[in-house]
């Protein structure tokens, strides 16, 4: 008895039927002389926000790193086994990716889960342990006045990805990389109901939309 799910060998059959035909070189090519994306993705592990549906990239053109609330710890070279830290020595050290973006997105479980600060979902709390990291000693992550519940995770969300751009700087050999210019590191939020993507402005800290970074289009 097959006990595979069926919505994913009916996947892979229409990828196999329309897109692997069009790939198929590609593949091949990308086996033979191995990958080298030019970008690293951090995004959330939420199934709504995949980044290679999102930048609609094809194979071998991102290196996806997701986890819960697209979180960068802090370097941390004390003998334990990190995740983040793994597939980032291999993306930057390894295969050489130029660019790191840090992808935020609207209702990110994770956060509302840190800000509710509900009881933990489980006797381990792994998720309340993960998203600690995101708090630094002394911080307080509280709502303002004025703000709604989701204004206020809406600017968590945001401040997520700056705390994990910050922490990125922690690792030497990043910094190195992006002070030398060989290396440069981004900011950027999907807003899930409309599919619209913000960039984050590094000098104001604010998230643009991509949109107006749009080439003109009807000759203006
Ligand atoms: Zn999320």
New binding site residues.
């Given amino acids: 008895m097959i006990t595979f799910p069926k919505t994913l060998l009916d996947g892979y059959r229409a990828f196999r039927t329309q897109r692997l035909p069009t790939e198929q070189s590609r593949y091949r090519e990308l086996f033979e002389r191995g990958q080298s994306p030019e970008v690293m993705v951090i995004g ?1 592990c ?1 199934s709504r926000v995949s980044p290679e549906v999102i930048f609609d990239a094809k194979p071998g053109e991102l290196f996806v790193m997701r986890n819960i ?1 697209n979180l960068v710890p802090i370097y941390a070279p004390d003998g334990g086994t990190h995740g983040v830290s793994a597939a980032l020595e291999y993306a930057v050290q390894v295969l050489r990716v130029k660019h790191i973006v840090v992808l935020g ?1 609207a209702q ?3 956060i509302r889960a840190f800000i509710d600060k509900i009881a933990p979902l489980s006797p381990g709390d792994f998720i309340g342990k993960w998203m600690s990291m995101f708090v630094k000693p002394g911080e307080l992550v509280e709502q303002r006045a004025h703000e709604t519940m989701q204004e206020f995770a809406t600017r968590i969300e945001k401040a997520a990805v700056l705390r994990s751009l910050e922490n990125l700087m922690t690792f030497p050999y990043i910094s190195i990389l992006v002070e030398r210019g060989n290396l440069q590191l981004h900011g950027a939020y999907f807003g899930v109901a409309e599919g619209s993507l913000f960039v984050l402005d590094k000098a104001t800290k604010e998230f643009r939309s991509a949109r107006e970074s749009e080439p003109m289009s009807g000759g203006q």
């Fill in positions: 959330c939420d609330a997105h990110c479980g994770g």
